[in-house]
C-alpha cells in the first residue's frame, strides 16, 4: 500500500502562513526617545530575520500602521511583545488571517515615514492627514495595496534596500554621508539659517 495517501499531499501542501496587520498610536514615551522609529526598526530588522517575518512598518501623523506576515506562531509572538511595548498604546488588531504568499518578500521590514510623496496616487489622496483610526477597512486594504505597488516600484527599479527611514532625494545622499539623524537635524538648520538670514535680509534693506 502506498504511504502517500491523499492526507500526507493535504498536509504537506498547508503552509503555515498568515498575516497580522494592526493600528496604533505613538505615546509620550515613544516621542520622547530622539531615535524611537530606528531603535525600532533595528531591532525588528534583526528579530524578524530570524523569525521569518517581512512586512512594513509606517509612522505618520502619531500612528502607527503595520503589517507583518509570516508564520502563526512568529506571529502570535511579536503580537504578544508588541501588546507589552509601551512606546506605543491602543493596539487595533485590524486582520490576523492566513495568506497564500508575501507582500514584501524582502523586506524584514521596511519601516517608512510617511510623507506626502507617498501619496502620488491620486486614490489616496482622500486618506489625508493619515488618521487611521477612522478608516473603513478598504480604505486599510486600498493603503496597503498602494505599499505593495511601491514596494513593487522598487523592486523593479532595483533599489530594495534595509534604510529604517526614506528621505528626498537630497536626504538619501546627506544620510549616506553623515548618518540618519544627523541628516534631518542638517536639513532643519540649513533651512532655519537660510530663513534667518532672509529676514535679516529684509529687515536690513530699509535702512540702506
Ligand atoms: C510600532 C512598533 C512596531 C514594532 N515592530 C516590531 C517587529 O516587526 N518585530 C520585532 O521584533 N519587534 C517589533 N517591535 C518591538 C517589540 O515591541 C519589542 O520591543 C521587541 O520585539 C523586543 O525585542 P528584543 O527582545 O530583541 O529586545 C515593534 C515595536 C513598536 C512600538
Same mark, same amino acid.
Given at each position: 500500500?502506498?504511504?502517500?495517501?491523499?492526507?500526507?499531499?493535504?498536509?504537506?501542501?498547508?503552509?503555515?502562513?498568515?498575516?497580522?496587520?494592526?493600528?496604533?498610536?505613538?505615546?509620550?514615551?515613544?516621542?520622547?526617545?530622539?531615535?524611537?522609529?530606528?531603535?525600532?526598526?533595528?531591532?525588528?530588522?534583526?528579530?524578524?530575520?530570524?523569525?521569518?517575518?517581512?512586512?512594513?512598518?509606517?509612522?505618520?501623523?502619531?500612528?502607527?500602521?503595520?503589517?507583518?506576515?509570516?508564520?502563526?506562531?512568529?506571529?502570535?509572538?511579536?503580537?504578544?511583545?508588541?501588546?507589552?511595548?509601551?512606546?506605543?498604546?491602543?493596539?487595533?488588531?485590524?486582520?490576523?488571517?492566513?495568506?497564500?504568499?508575501?507582500?514584501?518578500?524582502?523586506?524584514?521590514?521596511?519601516?517608512?515615514? $510617511?510623507? #506626502?510623496?507617498?501619496?502620488?496616487?491620486?486614490?489616496?489622496? =482622500? &486618506? /489625508?492627514? *493619515?488618521?487611521?483610526?477612522?478608516?473603513?477597512?478598504?480604505?486599510?486594504?486600498?493603503?496597503?495595496?498602494?505599499?505593495?505597488?511601491?514596494?513593487?516600484?522598487?523592486?523593479?527599479?532595483?533599489?530594495?534596500?534595509?534604510?529604517?527611514?526614506?528621505?528626498?532625494?537630497?536626504?538619501?545622499?546627506?544620510?549616506?554621508?553623515?548618518?540618519?539623524?544627523?541628516?534631518?537635524? $542638517?536639513? #532643519?538648520?540649513?533651512?532655519?539659517?537660510?530663513?534667518?538670514? =532672509? &529676514? /535679516?535680509? *529684509?529687515?536690513?534693506?530699509?535702512?540702506?
Amino acid at each position: 500500500m502506498s504511504t502517500f495517501t491523499d492526507t500526507d499531499i493535504t498536509a504537506s501542501e498547508v503552509v503555515d502562513l498568515y498575516q497580522f496587520i494592526y493600528i496604533s498610536r505613538i505615546t509620550s514615551t515613544g516621542l520622547s526617545g530622539a531615535s524611537t522609529l530606528n531603535n525600532i526598526a533595528e531591532t525588528s530588522i534583526k528579530n524578524n530575520k530570524i523569525n521569518d517575518i517581512t512586512g512594513i512598518l509606517c509612522y505618520g501623523n502619531g500612528y502607527f500602521f503595520q503589517y507583518v506576515e509570516g508564520t502563526e506562531q512568529a506571529l502570535t509572538n511579536l503580537k504578544n511583545q508588541l501588546l507589552m511595548d509601551e512606546r506605543h498604546k491602543d493596539l487595533q488588531m485590524l486582520e490576523f488571517a492566513e495568506i497564500k504568499a508575501r507582500r514584501f518578500q524582502n523586506w524584514a521590514l521596511r519601516s517608512i515615514v $510617511l510623507e #506626502q510623496w507617498l501619496f502620488k496616487d491620486p486614490n489616496l489622496t =482622500a &486618506l /489625508l492627514p *493619515f488618521k487611521p483610526y477612522t478608516w473603513k477597512d478598504e480604505d486599510s486594504s486600498k493603503f496597503l495595496n498602494s505599499l505593495q505597488q511601491y514596494y513593487n516600484s522598487q523592486l523593479k527599479e532595483e533599489e530594495v534596500d534595509m534604510q529604517p527611514i526614506k528621505y528626498n532625494a537630497l536626504g538619501v545622499t546627506l544620510s549616506k554621508v553623515v548618518g540618519q539623524h544627523q541628516a534631518f537635524f $542638517l536639513i #532643519q538648520t540649513v533651512l532655519g539659517t537660510l530663513i534667518v538670514l =532672509a &529676514l /535679516l535680509w *529684509f529687515m536690513l534693506a530699509d535702512k540702506f
